[in-house]
């Protein structure tokens, strides 16, 4: 079993719409969570962290469900320059120091 | 702030041939990091610094991959001889430090074909 695990897609979505991603973590002790995009052919940058009581910025919210061990991001409102790849990523361990463990990402395209 | 700086762009190699990237990290990032992304799945961490020790290989495959950060601050990670499946683009992060709570930041990386 992968340690985080995601749908790959692509999700095709019109503008405006709402979508929503999960992914599923295998270790119960991972302590910090967060979302990272990453545009075509470029490099993954952090969109948010996943906080335990969940967090919003703007038209992103993240959840984070420990006892079920998955993470969820959902994207209002969505617009032709969330088209992308979501990586959904996690620390796996305490006191690991910044080890991160990548998902293999899902894709969204927005269309107009 | 300058960026994660990484050269070469690109590379196109021939199985068996060695290969060497080069990493600048952000001025003052003691951590340094070294992925793999394999086409289709995500990054998958190869090596971590912290100032010119590693703290973690684990993932490294040792017998044909190596790397340094000799003094601290740029590093190289090299490939010898290469395969096929080493195909990949491989990314260089630095954070400021090894806390979790310290972002990583991802250098655009080198795209490897081996051929």
């Known amino acids: 079993r992968k340690e985080v695990e995601q749908d790959p897609g692509p999700f095709n979505v019109p503008e405006g719409a709402t979508v929503a991603f999960n992914c599923t973590y295998s270790?119960?002790?991972?302590?910090?969570f967060f979302w990272y995009r990453q545009d075509c052919r470029k490099e993954p940058k952090l969109l948010m962290s996943?906080?335990?009581s969940g967090n919003e910025d703007g038209r992103f919210t993240a959840q984070l469900n420990r006892a079920s061990q998955y993470i969820s991001l959902l994207i209002r409102d969505s617009k032709l320059s969330d088209s992308a790849t979501y990586l959904c990523?996690?620390?796996?361990?305490?006191?690991?120091?910044?080890?991160?463990?990548f998902g293999g990402g899902t894709r969204l395209m927005v269309k107009p | 702030e300058a960026g994660v700086a990484q050269s070469p762009r690109y590379k196109i190699i021939e199985k068996r041939q060695s290969v060497a990237f080069w990493c600048n990290p952000i001025?003052?990032?003691?951590?340094l990091y070294w992925y793999q992304q394999i086409l289709g799945q995500g990054p998958k961490l190869l090596i971590q610094?912290?100032?010119?020790?590693?703290?973690?290989d684990s993932q490294l495959p040792k017998d044909r991959f190596s790397a340094e950060r000799l003094k601290g601050v740029d590093s190289t990670l090299k490939i010898q001889p290469a395969k096929l499946e080493d195909s990949a683009v491989y990314l260089c992060?630095?954070?400021?430090?090894?806390?979790?709570?310290?972002?990583?930041?991802f250098g655009p990386g080198t795209r490897l074909t081996v051929t």
């Open positions: 270790n119960s002790a991972s302590q910090s």
């Open positions: 001025s003052g990032h003691a951590t």
């Open positions: 610094f912290q100032n010119n020790g590693v703290v973690d």
């Open positions: 992060a630095s954070s400021l430090g090894r806390r979790e709570g310290h972002e990583q930041y």
């Open positions: 996943v906080y335990s």
């Open positions: 990523v996690v620390n796996p361990a305490y006191n690991a120091g910044n080890m991160l463990t």
